[in-house]
């Protein structure tokens, strides 16, 4: 006997209905199709339209549960051998900002960096855990005070793995020789702060307009020595954000049309200096909607270079193809833990960096062992029953559960508990948020938006990518 796939459904601000399974297999349609569906009278064109989708399955078999199945699999990503790591040899910063997440150390103390052994105990580690491909982000503190620590990891990852990718987390504020030269190797990135706008830039970090000066004079070199490997992120306020016009105009300056829109994190120093950054609310989402909407006008006349929101255009790929894992907020079962860790100054081993926060701030100890005595895979098991959505009451009824992923940990930092009823959580409206204005821009009419989003996920041209039922 034939039957329809379960399936979810959510309206967007628009009317339309968007449907999926299980696996994700995205569709919209309308009220009168919702009631069909629901009453057991589909019409025959609605047979025929499922069918073709794969979404009616007739007997054991059946090529389109094979098919669903196939999806499925693809959504669910096995653990892999350790292939990102983020190490931070010191905890030590020259600068103070307010909204720092991690506990830092002024740039002068004593006991916060890696000592000769731990720094063979990590090699070890990245030696023993690692497989044949690595990427290693050095952060901090200000990673850069220690670049003979730095240098050491990046000399043995280039003997050991298979063109290995390195990171380097630096606030720019001082551009040595040394630094310079290790800025030009070809697989080394920089990615640094640039909070919308110089002024705002000036106000949160640098403070002095010698400092910002030279910080911009630095970026400029950087951007010379390592073409196309550079990147900024900007630690936005939300109650003191910048013009979009201003924060586009800033980014276009050194050329970066990539733009990850970033409000403050919940973490670290962030808790008690900006409270408010425990939920984004209104004022956010009218700021962000902004910037894409911006972006997407400047795009209509852009030639070759485009601006893009990194975070959208990577929830855009989400809905569309199963199997793409890279961003590790973004897949259920989220892995913590295992192709995936953070060693820091001290040697402990964390699952993620917010975890490493959490422990630096007091509040809860989620480190997963060191690199002196290896994994405790105990506590990591632990850590994995909130790390799938699929066994979530609440996520398993939402439409995009496959394309969305898990991140209890965010839910310890800002809720206290990871039990918390998911939409309740940042994580679940952040993303509900993202999705909806991702399926929305896919169905535009709009020739201005649909050529925005063809540059986005790299298309010829604009191409109809979510049916209607």
């Known amino acids: 006997m034939s039957q329809v796939l379960p399936l979810r459904f959510r309206r967007l601000t628009g009317g339309e209905l968007v449907f999926a399974h299980e696996a994700g297999g995205y569709f919209v349609s309308d009220d009168p199709f919702l009631d069909r569906l629901t009453s057991d009278a589909l019409s025959e064109a609605d047979v025929r339209t499922l069918d073709r989708k794969g979404l009616i399955l007739h007997g054991e078999g059946d090529l389109a549960e094979t098919g669903f199945l196939q999806q499925l699999a693809r959504r669910t990503p096995r653990p ?180 990850y829109l970033r409000p403050i994190v919940y973490q670290g120093f962030a808790r008690k200096q900006h409270p408010q950054s425990r939920a984004m609310d209104a004022e956010w989402w009218a700021f962000y909607e902004a910037v894409i909407a911006d972006m997407i006008r400047r795009n209509a006349d852009a030639p070759v270079q485009y601006f893009e ?39 402990q081993l964390y699952p993620t960096d917010e975890a490493r926060m959490l422990a630096r701030t007091g509040q809860i100890d989620l480190s997963i062992g060191s690199v002196g005595r290896g994994i405790d895979t105990a506590k990591r098991h632990e850590l994995q029953g909130r790390a799938f959505n699929a066994l979530d009451p609440w996520c398993s009824q939402c439409v995009y559960q496959a394309a969305c992923g898990s991140d209890p940990i965010d839910d310890l930092a800002r809720m206290g508990r990871a039990d918390v009823p998911r939409p309740l959580t940042a994580f679940c409206q952040r993303h509900l948020h993202i999705f909806d204005l991702a399926m929305e821009l896919l169905l535009s009419p709009d020739e201005t938006v649909q050529r925005s989003v063809a540059l986005w996920l790299g298309l010829p041209g604009p191409v109809q990518l979510v049916d209607r039922v």
Not at 111 to 129: C, I, K, Q, V, Y
Not at 321 to 327: E, I, M, S
């Open 80 to 259: 892999q051998a350790l292939n990102y790591v983020l190490l931070v040899p010191t905890l030590r910063c020259d600068l103070a900002c307010s909204y720092c997440q991690v506990s830092r150390a002024a740039k002068q103390a004593k006991g916060f960096d890696w000592s000769p052994e731990m720094l063979a105990n990590t090699l070890a580690f990245l030696d023993r855990h690692g497989g044949d491909k690595i990427q290693i982000e050095f952060q901090g503190g200000e990673p850069t005070l220690r670049l003979d620590l730095v240098q050491a990891v990046i000399e043995f990852c280039r003997m050991r793995f298979v063109k290995p990718k390195f990171v380097l987390c630096t606030n720019l504020s001082e551009l040595s020789d040394p630094l310079r030269e290790l800025i030009g190797a070809p697989d080394v990135h920089v990615s640094t702060s640039l909070d919308g706008s110089v002024d705002l830039h000036q106000k949160r970090r640098t403070r002095t307009s010698e400092t910002t000066d030279q910080f911009l004079s630095n970026l400029e070199t950087a951007i010379a020595l390592a073409p196309g490997r550079v990147a900024a992120l900007p630690t936005l306020d939300p109650r003191d954000l910048p013009d979009p016009g201003v924060l586009l105009d800033t980014y276009d300056r050194f050329g970066m049309r990539s733009i």
């Open 309 to 347: 929101e990194y975070y959208l255009t990577l929830a855009m790929r989400r809905l569309l193809q199963p199997g793409l894992d890279a961003h590790i907020d973004l897949r259920s079962p989220n892995w913590l833990g295992f192709d995936h860790l953070v060693v820091d100054y001290d040697g």
